[in-house]
């Protein structure tokens, strides 16, 4: 599994390897909406940016992450922020999270068309096993999303996190498998496709 900086590209997104550079389109995207000031997700502020990417870049270095900066190709901006995390040769398995878009695309193909290229990326060239998502149990949104996806609730880890507006998460663990990506790639296909008809 290699995990050296790369972009990857599906129809209405590209993933391009985050760096610094960053900082400040991000600061933008997550302005709209005010995301930084959400209760499940954690978005960055103009105050913790650098950390939140120093952070990613780290994990990297020490080749447990893979952050990406996700661009809607329509209009050529930074939307969100999206990594393969907890990256697992030995296993053949990684999550996908840390995941968060400005307001005007959440609901939008961007969300399925980055996990689309996650998902062929991590099960068609790392020829991974297990991919997992875990979100917090309060993120509705998130959770239905998820399930969108074809993926499937695994169970509730209690006291997972330490937020930090100080709240202790629960996170909601979904996983997908090699034996079922065939079937969740020709749906999130045909979905991208439904939408653009």
């Given amino acids: 599994m290699d995990v050296s900086p790369i972009t990857l590209v599906g129809q209405h997104v590209r993933l391009e390897p985050l760096t610094q550079a960053h900082a400040e389109p991000l600061i933008a995207a997550a302005g709209d909406g005010e995301l930084w000031n959400s209760t499940v997700t954690i978005v960055p502020s103009r105050n913790t940016v650098s950390d939140y990417i120093q ?6 270095t020490q080749g447990r992450e893979l952050p990406f900066v996700i661009i809607s ?9 999206t990594r393969f ?3 697992r040769p030995h296993d053949r398995a990684a999550a996908i999270g840390y995941t968060w878009l400005a307001k005007s695309a959440q609901r939008t193909a961007v969300n399925t068309d980055a996990k689309l290229v996650l998902l062929t990326h991590a099960f068609e060239t790392w ?8 979100t917090d149990v309060l993120n509705e949104q998130s ?26 998460r629960d996170s909601v663990i ?19 496709h439904d939408n653009a008809s």
Avoid at 145 to 167: C, F, V, Y
Wanted: glycine content about 8%; aromatic content about 4%.
């Fill in 85 to 87: 995390y907890e990256i």
């Fill in 174 to 192: 979904f996983s997908l498998i090699d034996d079922e990506w065939p079937d969740v790639k020709q749906r999130l296909a045909t979905r991208l």
């Fill in 127 to 134: 020829k991974c096993m297990r991919v997992e998502l875990i």
């Fill in 55 to 60: 952070a990613a870049l780290d994990g990297q």
């Fill in 73 to 81: 190709k329509s209009s050529n901006q930074i939307v969100g922020t």
């Fill in 143 to 168: 959770r239905a999303a998820i399930l969108r996806l074809g993926a499937k609730q695994e169970g509730i880890l209690r006291k997972h996190l330490s937020l930090p507006n100080g709240r202790i």
